[in-house]
């Protein structure tokens, strides 16, 4: 039986009841799909996924806990009749909006977009459940039952609280002297934190693009020449492509999430899980070579990378729920130090060929944050293709100019060797 508080991480992603902060998984298909073999699918992936058969308790204690719920209900299936390529656009701006607060209803539902001999099929769920690499994981476990309903999946055991990731040498009674000290730190951090009188009213909106095989190789093919990753080409372009086109305005920083499961194994890939642990990278000052800000880029975000304590980071987390309402509060009052989240989840790992159809591709991942800064660029490469979202809001980043940013980037990362 499932009962435990929301980690703080999970906290901020779930925001409150009234405020919808969803992530939209989408694929578009070429074939015939069956609607009975989506309710098979969602029956067993429901089974698989202890998140999956829980719901959100704020009113029976201090902070808000996951419970199981003996009497959830199926994941719901809506079904829209297809009529353009950027239906699934559409769809996703409109589930990013949809509370999930329906009684014994679960945190998950599916939308199909249904063509004639093309559909898209969509993931939506709460933040506070799912990153990236759970979208992955429903989508490819949605796709083999979808062709073969007969799949079996293999149930695991949620985990009860974040000390279960604590190593045997974990020295609580030190580290919780240094918690305290975080947390009193944080108190006067939020204190004197200046407050932007602009909020995110709700206009936010998602751009995407592909870029071609073509395109996608020579990307590839320029950092194996360099020596630098896609990830610090990317970030070194988009954190330039902001510098170009915002001039003092802009940070020359971005926030680079990590799959937090490189760090602790016992969360394994195709467990559901929303925290992802963050490293911050910036622009080298005065130098406008894109790859040498990426050389260095690519260090600094190994050095991070191999120095993050992800355990003790959600150790720590749980000594901060007192603050996270501020903390919920800045982020929706604050413009923040950096220009983007900047998530790269590399190439999918998602079979394109089924007995009964054909994965055209995958599309990134949208979201629409309600925090002021709610610019995200995701990035994703399938069937040789880069795919690209990027997101915000009208009153802190124009459409427009979030255009002009995103064709800078891309003429930056693909500018001769």
């Given at each position: 039986?499932?009962?435990?508080?929301?980690?703080?991480?999970?906290?901020?992603?779930?925001?409150?009841?009234?405020?919808?902060?969803?992530?939209?998984?989408?694929?578009?298909?070429?074939?015939?799909?069956?609607?009975?073999?989506?309710?098979?699918?969602?029956?067993?992936?429901?089974?698989?996924?202890?998140?999956?058969?829980?719901?959100?308790?704020?009113?029976?204690?201090?902070?808000?806990?996951?419970?199981?719920?003996?009497?959830?209900?199926?994941?719901?299936?809506r079904?829209?009749?297809?009529?353009?390529?950027?239906?699934?656009?559409?769809?996703?701006?409109?589930?990013?909006?949809?509370?999930?607060?329906?009684?014994?209803?679960?945190?998950?539902?599916?939308?199909?977009?249904?063509?004639?001999g093309?559909?898209?099929?969509m993931?939506?769920?709460?933040?506070?459940?799912?990153d990236?690499?759970?979208?992955?994981?429903?989508?490819?476990?949605?796709?083999?039952?979808?062709?073969?309903?007969?799949?079996?999946?293999?149930?695991?055991?949620?985990?009860?609280?974040?000390?279960?990731?604590?190593?045997?040498?974990?020295?609580?009674?030190?580290?919780?002297?240094?918690?305290?000290?975080?947390?009193?730190?944080?108190?006067?951090?939020?204190?004197?934190?200046?407050?932007?009188?602009?909020?995110?009213?709700?206009?936010?909106?998602?751009?995407?693009?592909?870029?071609?095989?073509?395109?996608?190789?020579?990307?590839?093919?320029?950092?194996?020449?360099?020596?630098?990753?896609?990830?610090?080409?990317?970030?070194?372009?988009?954190?330039?492509?902001?510098?170009?086109?915002?001039?003092?305005?802009?940070?020359?920083?971005?926030?680079?999430?990590?799959?937090?499961?490189?760090?602790?194994?016992?969360?394994?890939?195709?467990?559901?899980?929303?925290?992802?642990?963050?490293?911050?990278?910036?622009?080298?000052?005065?130098s406008?070579?894109i790859?040498?800000?990426?050389?260095?880029?690519?260090?600094?975000?190994?050095?991070?990378?191999?120095?993050?304590?992800?355990?003790?980071?959600?150790?720590m987390?749980?000594?901060?729920h007192?603050?996270?309402?501020?903390?919920?509060?800045?982020?929706?009052?604050s413009?923040?130090?950096?220009?983007?989240?900047?998530?790269n989840?590399?190439?999918?790992?998602?079979?394109?060929?089924?007995?009964?159809?054909?994965?055209?591709?995958?599309?990134?991942?949208?979201?629409?944050?309600?925090?002021?800064?709610?610019?995200?660029?995701?990035?994703?490469?399938?069937?040789?293709?880069?795919?690209?979202?990027?997101?915000?809001?009208?009153?802190?980043?124009?459409?427009?100019?979030?255009?002009?940013?995103?064709?800078?980037?891309?003429?930056?990362?693909?500018?001769?060797?």
């Open positions: 039986m499932i009962k435990r508080k929301l980690m703080m991480v999970e906290r901020i992603m779930y925001v409150d009841p009234q405020t919808p902060l969803n992530c939209v998984f989408t694929a578009r298909i070429n074939g015939e799909l069956q609607e009975e073999n989506f309710r098979i699918a969602l029956e067993k992936i429901q089974q698989k996924h202890p998140l999956l058969r829980v719901v959100v308790d704020t009113q029976s204690e201090k902070y808000p806990f996951f419970t199981e719920e003996k009497e959830i209900t199926p994941i719901p299936l079904m829209v009749e297809r009529q353009t390529d950027q239906d699934w656009l559409l769809e996703s701006e409109k589930e990013w909006f949809r509370l999930f607060d329906e009684e014994k209803a679960p945190m998950a539902r599916m939308v199909w977009i249904k063509g004639n093309v559909s898209e099929i993931w939506v769920m709460p933040h506070c459940i799912s990236g690499t759970t979208g992955v994981t429903l989508m490819r476990e949605l796709l083999t039952l979808l062709d073969d309903p007969s799949s079996e999946l293999v149930s695991y055991q949620a985990f009860d609280s974040v000390d279960d990731f604590l190593p045997s040498d974990f020295n609580a009674g030190r580290k919780k002297y240094k918690a305290r000290l975080y947390l009193l730190f944080a108190r006067i951090f939020f204190s004197i934190q200046r407050k932007s009188k602009k909020r995110n009213k709700g206009n936010n909106y998602a751009i995407h693009w592909k870029l071609d095989p073509a395109t996608t190789q020579h990307i590839t093919e320029k950092c194996k020449a360099n020596g630098i990753s896609v990830h610090a080409l990317l970030c070194s372009s988009v954190m330039q492509a902001f510098q170009d086109i915002q001039g003092k305005k802009a940070k020359g920083k971005v926030i680079s999430p990590v799959d937090v499961r490189h760090f602790i194994p016992e969360i394994k890939e195709d467990h559901l899980f929303a925290f992802a642990p963050t490293v911050e990278l910036s622009l080298k000052k005065g406008r070579n790859l040498d800000n990426a050389k260095e880029i690519k260090k600094d975000l190994v050095q991070k990378i191999n120095t993050m304590e992800a355990r003790e980071l959600l150790w987390g749980e000594h901060m007192p603050i996270v309402d501020r903390m919920i509060n800045m982020l929706k009052s413009e923040g130090g950096h220009d983007v989240t900047l998530s989840m590399g190439k999918i790992n998602i079979p394109s060929e089924y007995k009964h159809f054909k994965v055209e591709t995958i599309l990134s991942p949208t979201v629409a944050f309600p925090w002021l800064n709610s610019n995200t660029w995701v990035a994703s490469t399938y069937n040789q293709q880069m795919d690209f979202t990027f997101m915000s809001n009208e009153n802190f980043l124009p459409k427009e100019e979030a255009h002009q940013i995103k064709d800078k980037a891309i003429e930056l990362m693909t500018s001769p060797l």
